[in-house]
């Protein structure tokens, strides 16, 4: 991948400003940066290597040069958006994971910000706010996608198993045909985030749906129940063994299956 050829994969879109380096700390760094400076809607920054990918509460994210997809989408906040500025993940979310069914496989959401392939995390999201006083201005979207084999870190770094796109498929790809996938399916579920079948395609594809499953909120003590669903916001909705219904609020929130 260089900015060449990702110009010409991308063509088809249009963007507010586009911006790619061979290497870079992170994607999502700049893409605030520059949302701050007073970039365009839907500008994006991609980089081909990332030395300091974060994910939540600044946990590591790794993108090995010349094996991932690392990118920041920068969205404004349009009057269309903001009543549902919740279900910025899950757009993000869906969007990958329709892309990823293109290909030919099942993907599935570990809410609030991870897909997952056969139980193996294959993608992660990292959404980010820039304000002018009180007012949210942007959006960032950040997203790291393991594409090529070379793109999954090794066991002993991470806390659930990992996977890329080519180990799961068995062909080769190209990472600039799936950033392409991604956005083109992005930009089409952005005109529904309002929609209720916006929140029942999301629903349709989390992980563990029926299951029991545990979430970690910042104490090690866990919430536990059957996933449901979702809640309007994008909450998760648990049932738990007293048959209440438990709503689970975006935060820091780690979901486990149960042993
Ligand atoms: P979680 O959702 O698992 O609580 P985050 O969403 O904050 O965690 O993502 C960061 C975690 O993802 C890291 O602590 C690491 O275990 C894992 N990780 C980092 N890079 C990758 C990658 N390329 N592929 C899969 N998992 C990764």
Redesign the pocket.
């Known amino acids: 991948m260089n900015e060449t050829s990702l110009k010409k994969s991308l063509s088809k879109l249009k963007f507010g400003g586009l911006r790619y380096f061979d290497s870079i700390g992170s994607t999502n760094d700049e893409a605030l940066a520059w949302a701050a400076e007073g970039a365009a809607d839907f500008s994006l920054v991609v980089a081909d290597e990332q030395t300091q990918g974060r994910?939540?509460?600044n946990?590591?994210?790794?993108?090995p040069k010349g094996s991932?997809l690392a990118f920041s989408l920068i969205l404004h906040s349009s009057e269309a958006m903001r009543p549902y500025l919740s279900r910025t993940v899950g757009l993000a979310a869906l969007s990958i994971a329709e892309s990823c069914s293109k290909t030919g496989l099942d993907p599935r959401i570990k809410w609030p910000?991870?897909i997952l392939i056969d139980g193996k995390?294959i993608a992660?999201i990292l959404v980010e706010t820039v304000w002018s006083g009180d007012e949210l201005d942007s959006l960032v979207i950040g997203v790291?996608i393991?594409v090529h084999r070379a793109?999954?870190?090794p066991r002993e770094?991470?806390?659930?198993p990992?996977t890329s796109l080519e180990h799961e498929l068995g062909r080769e790809l190209k990472r600039e045909d799936i950033l392409f996938g991604v956005l083109d399916s992005l930009v089409r579920w952005r005109e529904r985030m309002g929609r209720d079948e916006f929140i029942k395609a999301w629903e349709d594809q989390l992980a563990f749906r029926g299951q029991q499953v545990q979430t970690f909120a910042g104490t090690d003590i866990p919430v536990m129940g059957e996933l449901l669903g979702l809640e309007l916001d994008g909450s998760l909705r648990l049932l738990d063994k007293h048959r209440n219904s438990v709503v689970v609020r975006f935060g820091d929130v780690?979901l486990r299956p149960s042993a």
Do not use: E, M, V
């Not at 770094?157 to 659930?160: D, E, G, H, K, W």
């Open positions: 994910g939540r509460l946990r590591k994210w790794f993108t991932a910000n991870d995390k992660g790291g393991n793109s999954i870190p770094l991470l806390q659930f990992a780690s």
